[in-house]
């Protein structure tokens, strides 16, 4: 199996940069455990020394009660503060390393293609940053953690025993391990394929839940409403299924667990019981022994839930450690600002994926830093992948792709329930009330925001419902143009608007852009008109270019639809 295989790469990974805190937390829990036995062995020989010591006057006087009563006073207290460190600890360990693997997911995500993956599959991509990182905890504070401490406290329980009697605890400390570590072990055998089922149903009950809701318009109108019930229903059925199993895999390695400690007992019992009929100890050293077996038992319980869940642990790790193990290799190699170029693109092909072709081939381009150009051609010509291939948004697969810092404006304006600021401050997070006004009047969206009650308080619904689908274009276009970067590229950025405000707008983002570079995609005369060389993208290439105050520029740009 795969995940068993990629899982010590994995483990190291979680374990970067917090080892020390890890086995602090692992070292504070099998504290607490053996402060916990000790506490209830020592009472348990207390109880029953005290007892049959006031039996008789003559030892009731000479018994010693302080020390023993101080020890367990003592256990007591190490075992309460142990049980809080190990909590904090562990806990702060675990969302620690949780936190470093998110970062480095969203980074993995963050690179060429991750958009895209976004928009096909969102529902996916969230899972996997939230519930498959959360599910990777499992391995230190569900398994990792007991499994020490529970170890940790066979082994001194059979080594406590055995100086009552040598084979009484090399009898009762390997069965403990055995049985203990066996039940578990089997419990993840019978549960691995449960646990992953659930998981894959709780995903697809979400997934259908969220789309019945998103859609529920849609899904109306179709008479597709019941179909959609229908599915959500059928991913209810297969989580309860899954859980029913898990449930028992979790029921059943509790009862054996119970089994194996009752055998155990019975068997630290006929072992006392014998060794106090032969006089070889007392019945307070017998108590002692008894309680001791009872308490180093209780800890294998806790790895039973982490055992039955492995299967959702591992699921995780197939899912994620592609993403996580690979190297953050950017696409695009950024080009010093000091040089001359804002663009440089030599052989570079780019392909989407699932395509049976290459949209780019062996291309060559550079551009000039702070000059305007424009890339057209009919749809389909390869005018946007061009622009995400210089934005590192589509990775080549042969050539070169060097750029200065670069913001994109795509064709899709991806707003976010937040508010106007909000939103734009995404671009620039210390930008100032008027620069958000000049940006948004830059966009030609200021007087629009100003006549809203609430201006740049007023919140947005996801994907910016609360605005025409014009002024998001434009909100996303004030975004852009508040991103300090020297490349803007731009697809199609006043597609949506009417031509009064669309000339406004060009005018303003030419303003704007002062002497940055700008790259802009489209199929309008107006727009083109911005450049300073227009370039016509095709058949994987660059077809034709000519440089404004050329007869070739005014060619191309009369073939440019109006308006
Ligand atoms: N994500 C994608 N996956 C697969 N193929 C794609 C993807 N995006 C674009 N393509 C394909 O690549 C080719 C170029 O598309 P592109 O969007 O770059 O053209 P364009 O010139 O910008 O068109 P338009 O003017 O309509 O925006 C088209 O054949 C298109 O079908």
Redesign the pocket.
Known sequence: MSALRLLPAILRLLAEGHRGRLALGALLAAATVLAGIALLGLSGWFITATALAGLVPATALVFDVFAPAAAIRLLALVRTAARYGERLVTHDATLRTLETLRVRLFRAYALPGAA?GLLARPGRMLFRLTSDIDALESFYLRLGVPAIAAVGAALVAGAALSFIDGWLGLGFGPFLVFAGLGVPLLAALVGRRAARRRALGLEALRVRTIDLVDGQTDLLLAGRMPAQLGAAKRADAYLAAADDRLNRAECGAGFLLGIAGCLGLVGVLLACALLVEQGAIGTPVAAFALLLALAAMEPFAALRRGAVEIGRSLLAVDRLAPTLLSPLVPSVVPLPLDQRLAVEIRGATCR????AAP?LTALDLAIAKGERVALI?P???????LMQAIAGELPQSAGHVATLPSALLT?RSELFRDTVAGNLRLAHAGASEAELWAALDAAGLGADIRALPHGLATRLGDGGLGLSGGQGRRLALARLLLRPVPLWLLDEPTEALDGAVAADVLARVAAAASDRTLVI?T?LRREAALADRLIA?GGGGIQREARKGTPGYDDMLAGLRAG
């Open positions: 895209r989407h994926d699932g395509a949209v051609g749809s389909g010509a390869g005018k946007s992948s064709q995609a199929h993208v």
